[in-house]
């Protein structure tokens, strides 16, 4: 049985008998006993009651193409060239990159229920289980090369805090570059990769992930501090469809006209989210370790750091940036 041919009848997270699962899928109480112990692998808290049955602790939902096409604006809808919505996945933005490989055009969407190698910056993995978060990317293309495209990283993370914001999640906050944080701890993130000609027409894959409901048990291996929308909203989180077709409806207008507007009309946007405004922070970048006060960032997205040496720039990479101790 694939996975979702269970999880579907425990979405409500209401009780189901082992029976009762059995005779809807037509097969054995062994083959059911064998799933139900298989979704508890992918991270999928499933309760046992005797008498009772088993559900899923407060249901689940699974992304729905129809629902997110039924959330989309006018616009996102006619920038959006296809809509992936899979099961699992090694990584949502590796997906995106094939489809480029294999001459898909820019607009399209991925995301999946879960994604088994999923990767944040400087090569870190990116916690991701199953059907408890939002992990998207999409394609979009540019023919100004890359330096076009200094800032949008910035950029996206502003589009993301306004999809939110419009779901009813406020306090929201940047960390530069890449960084969606709330109340200090991380939200989510952002990842772009490009491929084609870094000086003319090239592609660039998108990647956002939010924390929607994070389990503790997959949370273990995250180095830092965390949140979920779930903690954010008082156990009432936006739906993850829902949530999905908004951030498309920001992030695909965004990406459209960005090749041409560039940085500068989100700058001021970004300065007022950003959570290390004229606060003392370390970068770090290998074993290099750079201090001064943060002071916002130009019009091409460089971080403005102010050290005994004066204002000096700083451009994203393998760099990471930490309060000062």
Same mark, same amino acid.
């Given at each position: 049985?694939p996975?979702?041919?269970?999880v579907? &009848?425990?979405?409500?997270?209401?009780f189901?008998?082992?029976q009762?699962?059995?005779d809807? &899928?037509?097969?054995?109480?062994?083959?059911?006993?064998?799933?139900?112990?298989r979704?508890?692998?992918?991270?999928?808290?499933?309760?046992?009651?005797?008498?009772?049955?088993?559900r899923?602790p407060?249901?689940?939902?699974?992304?729905?193409?129809?629902?997110?096409?039924?959330?989309?604006?006018?616009?996102?809808?006619?920038?959006?060239?296809?809509?992936?919505? !899979?099961e699992?996945?090694?990584?949502?933005?590796?997906?995106?990159?094939r489809?480029?490989?294999?001459?898909c055009?820019?607009?399209?969407a991925?995301?999946?229920e879960?994604?088994?190698?999923?990767?944040?910056?400087?090569?870190r993995?990116w916690v991701?289980?199953?059907?408890?978060?939002?992990?998207?990317?999409?394609?979009?293309?540019?023919?100004?090369?890359?330096?076009?495209l200094?800032?949008?990283? !910035?950029?996206?993370g502003?589009?993301?805090?306004?999809?939110?914001?419009?779901?009813?999640?406020?306090g929201l906050?940047?960390?530069?570059?890449?960084?969606?944080?709330?109340?200090?701890?991380?939200?989510?993130?952002?990842?772009?990769?490009?491929a084609?000609?870094?000086?003319g027409r090239?592609?660039?894959?998108?990647?956002?992930?939010?924390?929607?409901?994070?389990?503790?048990?997959?949370a273990?291996?995250?180095?830092?501090?965390?949140?979920?929308?779930?903690?954010?909203?008082g156990?009432?989180?936006?739906?993850r469809?829902?949530l999905?077709?908004a951030?498309?409806?920001?992030?695909?207008?965004?990406?459209?006209?960005?090749?041409?507007?560039g940085?500068?009309?989100?700058?001021?946007?970004?300065?007022?989210?950003?959570?290390?405004?004229?606060?003392?922070v370390v970068?770090?970048?290998?074993?290099?370790?750079?201090?001064g006060?943060a002071?916002?960032?130009d019009?091409r997205?460089? &971080?403005?750091?102010?050290t005994t040496?004066? !204002?000096?720039?700083?451009?994203?990479g393998?760099?990471? !940036?930490?309060?000062?101790?």
């Amino acid at each position: 049985m694939p996975n979702t041919t269970l999880v579907p &009848l425990l979405a409500d997270g209401e009780f189901h008998s082992g029976q009762a699962l059995a005779d809807a &899928l037509g097969v054995s109480r062994t083959a059911i006993w064998k799933q139900l112990n298989r979704l508890q692998s992918l991270g999928l808290q499933v309760e046992s009651v005797k008498g009772r049955g088993y559900r899923i602790p407060g249901g689940v939902e699974l992304l729905d193409e129809r629902q997110v096409r039924a959330g989309l604006t006018a616009s996102a809808r006619n920038l959006l060239g296809g809509l992936q919505l !899979l099961e699992t996945v090694d990584s949502t933005n590796a997906e995106m990159l094939r489809g480029i490989a294999a001459g898909c055009g820019p607009g399209q969407a991925c995301s999946a229920e879960q994604q088994t190698a999923g990767r944040g910056r400087r090569g870190r993995e990116w916690v991701s289980p199953y059907a408890r978060n939002i992990y998207l990317s999409f394609s979009w293309e540019y023919h100004q090369g890359a330096a076009a495209l200094e800032g949008l990283s !910035l950029a996206v993370g502003v589009a993301v805090v306004r999809a939110l914001n419009g779901l009813g999640v406020p306090g929201l906050q940047l960390k530069w570059p890449n960084d969606l944080l709330a109340n200090g701890a991380k939200l989510g993130g952002v990842l772009l990769e490009m491929a084609g000609d870094a000086a003319g027409r090239c592609q660039v894959v998108v990647g956002v992930g939010i924390n929607v409901a994070m389990p503790a048990a997959a949370a273990e291996g995250i180095d830092q501090a965390w949140t979920d929308l779930t903690h954010l909203s008082g156990g009432k989180p936006p739906g993850r469809n829902a949530l999905l077709a908004a951030l498309l409806n920001e992030l695909l207008p965004l990406a459209s006209t960005f090749g041409d507007t560039g940085f500068t009309p989100w700058r001021d946007s970004w300065m007022t989210l950003d959570a290390f405004a004229d606060k003392p922070v370390v970068l770090h970048s290998g074993e290099q370790r750079q201090a001064g006060v943060a002071r916002g960032v130009d019009a091409r997205g460089a &971080l403005q750091l102010e050290t005994t040496l004066g !204002l000096q720039s700083v451009y994203g990479g393998e760099i990471s !940036l930490r309060a000062a101790p």
